[in-house]
């Protein structure tokens, strides 16, 4: 009977991670009326903020992206970072007149060269950017729309992975197609809960100086913002596009790292959970993150064990019918496991194996997080040419 429980416990909490709660998001959005105040012009000076290590392959595509987007360029400031670069990033950027150029001999990482940057914006919003993504031409236009709200705090853009053939990049494409809809309806319902650093702007006074050891700066800036009160929305229409991971593994790496970064951003941040003080961030990022980070994980690795425990000793229909699809799901991941170093690549195995990646890296951040493992500076994932 406790296999039976368990069984339910588990199928319970993946259908309301993946399904339960986007439809309650949904439902909740039928009673909400949207404002609509687009037709005001507002276009107010901006600071853009990238990071770079060691892009000479792309930091003139990045530049040249930056400075034709549809937006006043006199508004427009870009501020480099380069710390540790020796492929000759930095020198590549001071050829262009109007950036400014922050450049450090060591290495701290990431959230140690924002802070830097930080230190000289004094545009009343702040974008950031990654180095590897273009910014479609309106993007900034649609990012600082909603600004025009006091009350917003933080506005997330929206990342568009390239669809190809390569199961990596289809892979995570279809996963950030997913997790789009998710911000769209939690921003709608008041707040979504963090935002990702290939595009999204802040109030420049609200900009919290992070610890140089944070993982995800973007994650960690974001939900900072939020617990001081302010609105975190998605704006759909600021699109930025890049290539997908090069390989499956190169795609576990970065989402290990994601992992680790979340759990380390929960730690320090007690009070996203408190319902009391924040109820309606509490529940979503309850519902959409941390769920997603533990119990979601456990659940999907361990039903097809708990399912054949109740298949051995009550052998119904129901029971083995769920038997017989998840063992069907997993055997495909297992054979796209074997072959994600192949040539020969079928969605009809690999996806099902990057469903199941995406799970077990959940467990080995977490891991990584607890064993002080993983490390502020970002390892470069290798993009598909």
Known sequence: MIFIYLFWISACIILYSYIGYP???????????????????????????????NEREIVKDKVNNTQCINYPQ?????????????????????????????HGKERLG?????????????SPITIFSDANTLIQPNALIELVKPFKDPKVGCVAGEKKVLFTSNTSSSGESIYWIYESLVKKLESE???????????????????????????????????????????????????????????LEEEKKRKIRIAAGGFQTLFRNPLLLNPFKKPALAFKYLS?????????????????????????????????????????????????????????????????????MIHVAQLQGLVKFLSKRQSPKWEKVKRET
């Open 74 to 102: 006199e508004k427009v400031k870009q501020i480099w970072v380069t710390d540790g670069s020796t492929d000759g990033t930095p020198e590549i950027l001071k050829e262009y007149s109007g950036i400014t150029v922050i």
């Open 288 to 356: 959409h993150k941390v769920l997603r980070w533990t119990a979601v994980p456990l659940a999907v690795l361990m039903i097809p064990l708990i399912n054949l425990a109740i298949l051995i000793g009550n052998p119904t229909i129901f029971y083995a019918t769920t038997f017989i699809l998840l063992a069907l799901f997993y055997l495909f991941g297992f054979i796209g496991f074997m072959l994600k170093n192949n040539r020969f690549e079928t969605h009809l195995f690999t996806i099902p194996y990057y469903l199941i």
């Open 110 to 122: 990431k959230a140690a060269a924002i802070n830097r940057a930080m230190a000289i914006v004094n």
């Open 23 to 53: 439809l309650l998001l949904f439902f909740v959005t039928l009673f909400k009326k949207s404002k609509n105040s687009e037709k005001d012009i507002f276009l107010p000076e901006v600071s853009v903020i990238i990071a770079a290590y």
């Open 189 to 247: 319902t008041g707040s979504t809960l963090s935002a990702a650093g290939e595009l999204f702007a802040i109030r420049t006074e609200l900009y919290p100086n992070i610890n140089p050891d944070t993982i995800l700066d973007d994650f960690e800036i974001s939900t900072q913002i939020a617990l001081k009160g302010y609105l975190v929305k998605y704006s759909p229409y600021a699109v930025t596009s890049e290539k997908g991971s090069e390989t």
